[in-house]
C-alpha cells in the first residue's frame, strides 16, 4: 500500500461544476497536509495546506482533512478549464524529520 | 521574490556517465529536498536537508549522493547513470522553523535524459 493514495483519474467535469479530489494516507501520526497542482512539464505549486480537522476555504477551494479516517479530500467549486491539471496531495509524515510525501495525483479535465 | 533556482535545466548524458545537479533554495528557507518525477509519475522523494545536515533520506540509489553546502545551496550527484535515470528532477526548499508552514516551493526542475 502506497503511503498517500489517490485515485489517478482522469476526472472530468464540466465548466461551472464542482470538482471533488480525495486522498488517503497511511501514517496516522501525519500533521500536516497539502494539495499542489502541476501543470504538464511544470513544477508543483501549492494550492491550500491544512493541519486541523474540519474544513478551510480560500476561495473557490476548499481543503477538508478527517484525521480519524486518514482522508484528505480537495473540491473546487466553479470549475475553470484554467483548473485542468494534475493535482497532488502531500502529506508531512509524523517521522521526526521533514519528509513529505506525495500521491500519484489526480488528472482533472475542466470541459468548457 | 526570489525563487528556487535549478541548474542545468536541461542535461544529456550517456550511460554509466556522472551528472551533478545544482539547487539555490530560496533564501533564509531552512529545508531543501530531492525529488525525482518520471513520465506520468507522482514525485518521488529523494533525500532532504535541514540546516545543511541530511534529515530524511527516501528511494535514493546507492549511486546517488547530494550534500548541502555552506551557502545553503544543495547538490545531487548521479553515477554510473542508467537509462531508467532519465526524469525530471525537482528541488525544493520549505521553512519549518519560526512562523513558517511547511510548504514546499519547487524550482524549474533539471531534466536529465540518459542515453
Known amino acids: 500500500q502506497k503511503e498517500v493514495e489517490q485515485n489517478s483519474g482522469p476526472l472530468s467535469v464540466p465548466e461551472g461544476a464542482i470538482a471533488s479530489l480525495n486522498c488517503t494516507y497511511s501514517d496516522r501520526g501525519s500533521q500536516s497536509f497539502f494539495w499542489y497542482r502541476q501543470y504538464s512539464g511544470k513544477s508543483p505549486e501549492l494550492i491550500m495546506f491544512i493541519y486541523s480537522n474540519g474544513d478551510k476555504e480560500d476561495g473557490r477551494f476548499t481543503a477538508q482533512l478527517n484525521k480519524a479516517s486518514q482522508y484528505v479530500s480537495l473540491l473546487i467549486r466553479d470549475s475553470q478549464p484554467s483548473d485542468s491539471a494534475t493535482y497532488l496531495c502531500?502529506?508531512?509524515?509524523?517521522?521526526?524529520?521533514?519528509?513529505?510525501?506525495f500521491g500519484a495525483g489526480t488528472r482533472l479535465f475542466v470541459k468548457a | 521574490a526570489a525563487g528556487v533556482i535549478q541548474s542545468p535545466r536541461h542535461l544529456i548524458k550517456e550511460k554509466r556517465e556522472t551528472a551533478t545537479l545544482k539547487c539555490y533554495p530560496i533564501?533564509?528557507?531552512?529545508?531543501v529536498y530531492w525529488y525525482q518525477q518520471g513520465p506520468g509519475q507522482d514525485p518521488q522523494f529523494l533525500i532532504s536537508?535541514?540546516?545543511?545536515?541530511?534529515?530524511d533520506k527516501g528511494s535514493i540509489p546507492d549511486r546517488f549522493s547530494a550534500q548541502q553546502f555552506s551557502d545553503y545551496h544543495s547538490e545531487l550527484n548521479m553515477s554510473s547513470l542508467e537509462l531508467g535515470d532519465s526524469a525530471l528532477y525537482f528541488c525544493?526548499?520549505?521553512?519549518?522553523?519560526?512562523?513558517?508552514?511547511?510548504?514546499?516551493?519547487f524550482g524549474e526542475g533539471s531534466r536529465l535524459t540518459v542515453l
Open positions: 525544493a526548499s520549505s521553512l519549518w522553523g519560526g512562523a513558517g508552514t511547511g510548504e514546499l516551493f
Open positions: 502531500a502529506v508531512k509524515e509524523d517521522t521526526g524529520g521533514f519528509k513529505t510525501i
Open positions: 533564501p533564509r528557507h531552512d529545508t
Open positions: 536537508f535541514y540546516e545543511k545536515l541530511e534529515s
